[in-house]
């Protein structure tokens, strides 16, 4: 899948955004090395802490569906804002630091950064590899 297609997945799915407490809609799309495609949405809740972020609702989805290795992902934001730390630690344990993240407006541009250049030195675990 073309990353302007992958940015209409996460544009689609932004519109299920559950945001009442914050008005602030992400949508996301992962492509899987399968080549499959998951997409997720920021889902708040009313008890702040229980909220998840529309990458990770993305990512679980792609985990439950029985894939652990990213190819792609698309974020898509009213101002093309960047995916947060708890995320990024995220995607660092399904992708390499060469994953692609296109960071996307609901107009379709968008610009390409790896997660590598946004997490650069993750925490990794000498227990589990
Ligand atoms: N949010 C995301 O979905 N992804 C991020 O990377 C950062 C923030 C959501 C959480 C909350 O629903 C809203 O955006 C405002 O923080």
Do not use: K, W
């Not at 499959?36 to 909220?51: K, M, W």
């Not at 993305?58 to 652990?68: K, P």
């Amino acid at each position: 899948m073309s990353p302007e297609e992958l940015v209409e997945v996460a544009i689609a799915a932004r519109a299920h955004a559950y945001c009442p407490y914050s008005d602030f809609a992400v949508g996301a799309a992962v492509e899987t090395e399968a080549g499959r495609v998951y997409s997720g949405c920021n889902v708040e809740n009313v008890s702040s802490g229980l909220s998840i972020c529309g990458e990770r609702a993305a990512v679980f989805a792609a985990v439950s569906g029985g894939e652990r290795m990213l190819r792609a992902l698309a974020v898509v934001t009213a101002d093309g804002s960047m995916p947060c730390g708890a995320c990024r630690q995220v995607l660092a344990e399904f992708a390499g630091a060469d994953l692609p993240i296109y960071i996307a407006t609901p107009d379709g541009a968008y610009q390409t950064l790896t997660l590598g250049e946004l997490l650069p030195r993750p925490f990794s675990s000498p227990l589990v590899q």
